[in-house]
């Protein structure tokens, strides 16, 4: 049977550092509870807001740092139940996909890549399932990243973030959603290197929206492309260096496509 709700003490309280991220502190803080014996395989962490809570931190970061240490099988999420931890053996962690991911060991092109891969199919479902509360509340989270300041990256990142994961939800794939989510460490760590001026982030703000637009028209192809479009700037950046030849639009929408392109159904 598994253990009661850990009890958190003052050892939980993270070490500030400004040059590390909030979720990669809360990950390490994790880490070091199941290293130190606190945790222990079966163990069922508190919830979410008392956790974020005891830490001082942001559900959004603590979410993060969570997912990180999912993807690398260390805890579980069981529906309706909370979190679990899964195992304690991290030694062996990185001899796992997941593991890998979390350590960095693709590159950013290749990670980028396949997020378009992911991104652009879940855009095409969401076009064809997403409910009109769905729609309504990515519209809302991106009126948040709209809002948030350029100056404070963190802000950026997971406000940015929010609306992705939100978009994963509207596709109803949950395989697709948990393939993304493997990703979103590595994610974070791209878009923390591109530090968007104040005209990118705004242009990314009203990509956001040409995306909503073409949700709400139920046009797959039309979100496939607008959100392969959007995906592509950070892609262009960061793979400007790369000797290799780059994905274009037409590497993920088939010339044979025929979005609606502004037509209503």
């Known amino acids: 049977?598994?253990?009661?709700?850990?009890?958190?003490?003052?050892?939980?309280?993270?070490?500030?550092?400004?040059?590390?991220?909030?979720?990669e502190l809360i990950e390490q803080k994790l880490r070091e509870q199941i290293i130190g014996g606190t945790l222990k395989?079966?163990?069922?962490?508190?919830?979410?807001?008392?956790?974020?809570?005891?830490?001082d931190v942001a559900r959004s970061s603590l979410r993060t740092a969570l997912q990180r240490l999912q993807l690398q099988g260390i805890v579980e999420v069981r529906r309706g139940l909370g979190w679990y931890?899964?195992?304690?053996?991290?030694?062996?962690?990185?001899?796992?996909?997941?593991?890998?991911?979390?350590?960095?060991?693709?590159?950013?092109?290749d990670l980028l890549e396949v997020r378009i891969a992911l991104e652009t199919t879940a855009a095409s479902l969401a076009a064809v399932r997403a409910g009109d509360g769905e729609l309504d509340e990515l519209a809302k989270l991106n009126h948040r990243y709209q809002?948030?300041?350029?100056?404070?990256?963190?802000?950026?990142?997971e406000s940015d973030e929010e609306f992705h994961s939100a978009l994963m939800r509207a596709s109803h794939n949950e395989l697709l959603e948990q393939m993304y989510h493997a990703l979103v460490p590595g994610l974070q760590d791209c878009k923390r290197q591109a530090h968007p001026s104040r005209e990118i982030h705004n242009r990314s703000v009203n990509e956001h929206e040409q995306v909503i637009w073409f949700l709400r028209r139920h046009d797959e192809v039309g979100a496939k492309s607008a959100m392969t479009t959007h995906l592509l700037g950070l892609y262009n950046d960061i793979a400007a260096d790369e000797t290799q030849a780059k994905a274009t639009l037409n590497t993920y929408v088939g010339v044979s496509d025929n979005p609606i392109w502004g037509k209503s159904r």
Do not use: N, Y
């Open 85 to 109: 931890v899964r195992r304690t053996d991290l030694a062996a962690v990185e001899e796992h996909l997941e593991g890998r991911l979390a350590a960095r060991q693709f590159s950013q092109t």
């Open 1 to 23: 049977m598994p253990a009661d709700d850990v009890h958190l003490g003052e050892s939980w309280s993270l070490s500030p550092d400004s040059r590390r991220p909030l979720p």
């Open 147 to 157: 809002r948030a300041s350029v100056d404070d990256m963190q802000e950026v990142i």
């Open 41 to 55: 395989a079966g163990d069922r962490l508190p919830t979410e807001p008392e956790l974020a809570r005891k830490l």
